[in-house]
């Protein structure tokens, strides 16, 4: 049992966090690319994307393993991510870092979600059963493309209204 729950009931509970931060992670994603801040989905991202790594940890088998990993370098670009928007407000530099550090931890998460896929859902793992496959690398290929386009397009055009603080103006000459 892990905080009360049964272990079956806890994976699906990560799972459905995963599944949430990844939903209201494309949205933000999308609101960025049209160079706005989604104000509901980005913080629901943030959040459940750092109780999904969190969650990842007791779930055996135990040891440092690649999930873990990946948990331990998706919260270290969240924590940039939420000082990038709420302690530097995305001002200069901290806009593209916002946009990358959010970006590559919503791929983490994405990622590990096409593992799985191919590991837990017999339709898919009947097609790429030792994930070497072509279906199972067709579909990382696609995932890591369409995120390399969205993260080029977010970076260029995201510049949202009312975060930074307005620059000090110097007295006319």
């Known amino acids: 049992m892990i905080l009360g729950m049964s272990m079956s009931t806890f994976i699906n509970?990560?799972?459905?966090?995963?599944l949430i931060g990844i939903a209201s992670g494309l949205v933000a994603l999308f609101a960025m690319i049209k160079?706005?801040?989604a104000r509901f989905a980005t913080p629901?991202?943030?959040?459940?994307?750092?109780?999904?790594?969190?969650?990842?940890?007791?779930?055996p088998p135990y040891?440092?393993?690649?999930?873990?990993?990946f948990?331990?370098?998706?919260?270290?670009?969240?924590?940039?991510?939420v000082l990038c928007l709420y302690v530097f407000k995305l001002a200069g530099?901290?806009?593209?870092i916002y946009v990358t550090t959010a970006l590559v931890a919503l791929l983490l998460n994405s990622f590990v979600a096409v593992v799985q896929t191919f590991q837990k859902i017999a339709f898919f793992h009947a097609l790429a059963p030792t994930q070497s496959e072509a279906p199972f690398r067709s579909v990382l290929m696609a995932l890591f493309a369409a995120f390399f386009v969205l993260g080029f397009l977010a970076v260029r055009r995201f510049r949202p209204q009312g975060l930074a603080a307005p620059a000090a103006t110097q007295p006319g000459r």
Do not use: C, E
């Open 44 to 59: 629901v991202f943030l959040v459940t994307t750092v109780l999904t790594s969190i969650t990842g940890f007791p779930i």
């Open 13 to 18: 509970v990560h799972v459905a966090l995963s």
């Open 93 to 96: 530099h901290w806009r593209w």
């Open 63 to 69: 040891g440092f393993d690649p999930p873990r990993a």
């Open 71 to 81: 948990g331990v370098a998706s919260l270290l670009l969240l924590a940039l991510s």
């Open 35 to 37: 160079g706005k801040l």
